[in-house]
């Protein structure tokens, strides 16, 4: 039997025992853990100076392109300041080659207005001068559309007026002179006292305006009487009006006066020339010696040149009985039209167009 005294001893032992061990394992792993805990420390250190040189590179860095964003920024301001200074004196140099050259084009137009108005004064002196005994011995009746150029037509009129030749007036033919309209054949219906179709009504107002301004020794052809009120009863009704201004005759006494006919035309009224003029061309051509009738032809810019005269170069029976001009708005195309009349009943076509003979008779 184990006493209490044994029990007492192995008690002491075991504890002993465990506190010895105790001891013994707690230094040895206390040895180990701190080992441990110093190498993490270690560890740690190395990352926390490698994060700081990391973090000094990086601010360096930053640093570096900020001086350089800055230069960058200065460099930029320094070429804008300079190509704005580059600019202005540009611009002040544009301003004063402008200004100069504005001087010298103002100078160069003055110049050119004071040559131009002396080579025109020159010009309307010849042109004035040189009318004169030109058309004597003739009378002259002047036809044109409403809407042509009236400055060249006054020209024209200047032109007859001052060549020692009678000037009768002017006919302006309005664009209601169109056979085709049904208003106009009324009229002229109810102007000839009877039904007449386009035709006959056309011929009637026709003839009856060449039979009545042409003198009597003119219409060699012609066997129609004279209606000597038809351009005044034309008139009232809306197909003429009659401008009087520089004419030697009123409107009622101008019957059988005219032995010369001179038409001026544009490409603007094609259609009142084709169906007006032409006809009444063909209709002195027809009932006049050679040489009664001129046209003239007024340019228009844009338009095509030669619609008015080509008409009668091109028709072999009119192109041997009036003249055509087709360049009257020139001081030369006027000098060739006043010459072309004068030669008249001598027919010749004038002007600068292939279809002419030239500008002035050969």
Same mark, same amino acid.
């Given at each position: 039997?184990? &006493? ?36 993490? /420390? =270690? ?24 001086a350089a964003k800055e230069l960058?920024?200065?460099?930029? !301001? ?37 040559d131009v108005a002396a080579h ?43 060549? =020692? ?15 085709? !309209? ?34 009597? =020794? ?24 009659? =401008? ?16 010369? @006919?001179? /038409?001026? &035309? ?61 360049? @009257? ?18 027919v010749g076509h004038y002007g ?11």
């Amino acid at each position: 039997m184990i &006493n209490l005294r044994y029990h007492i001893i192995s008690i002491v032992a075991v504890f002993l025992a465990l506190g010895i061990g105790l001891a013994l394992g707690s230094t040895f792993v206390d040895s180990i853990l701190v080992n441990e805990l110093e190498d993490q /420390v =270690d560890k740690f250190e190395a990352d926390r100076q490698e994060a700081i040189t990391q973090k000094d590179v990086a601010l360096a860095a930053k640093d570096a392109a900020l001086a350089a964003k800055e230069l960058a920024v200065e460099a930029k !301001n320094e070429i804008q300041r300079g190509a704005a200074a580059q600019v202005e004196r540009h611009q002040t140099e544009l301003a004063g080659e402008r200004d100069a050259a504005k001087t010298q084009r103002d100078a160069l137009i003055e110049q050119s207005e004071i040559d131009v108005a002396a080579h025109n004064s020159l010009l309307n002196t010849i042109e004035m001068m040189m009318p004169r005994a030109r058309l004597g011995g003739t009378s002259w009746i002047l036809l044109a559309p409403t809407g042509i150029d009236s400055a060249l037509a006054w020209k024209i009129r200047d032109l007859l007026t001052r060549s =020692d030749g009678e000037y009768l007036g002017t006919l302006w033919i309005e664009p209601t002179m169109n056979f085709d !309209n049904p208003e106009t054949l009324d009229a002229l219906n109810r102007l000839y006292g009877n039904d007449q179709d386009e035709m006959d009504a056309a011929d009637l107002t026709i003839s009856g305006i060449v039979t009545t301004l042409l003198v009597q =020794d003119s219409l060699t052809n012609s066997d129609m009487e004279t209606t000597p009120m038809l351009i005044s009863e034309l008139r009232d009704i809306g197909l003429l009006r009659f =401008d009087r201004y520089l004419s030697t005759r009123a409107l009622e006494s101008i019957s059988n006066s005219a032995n010369r @006919v001179l /038409v001026i &035309n544009d490409p603007g009224h094609l259609d009142l020339h084709e169906g007006f003029f032409v006809p009444l061309l063909q209709q002195i051509s027809q009932t006049a010696e050679a040489g009664i009738a001129a046209l003239a032809e007024v340019a228009i810019e844009g338009r095509s040149r030669g619609l008015i005269v080509n008409r009668v170069r091109n028709d072999s029976l009119l192109a041997q009985s009036l003249s055509t001009f087709d360049d @009257v708005a020139s001081f030369e195309g006027r000098l060739s039209l006043l010459l072309g009349l004068a030669r008249l009943p001598a027919v010749g076509h004038y002007g600068d167009l292939y279809t002419s003979e030239g500008r002035f008779s050969q």
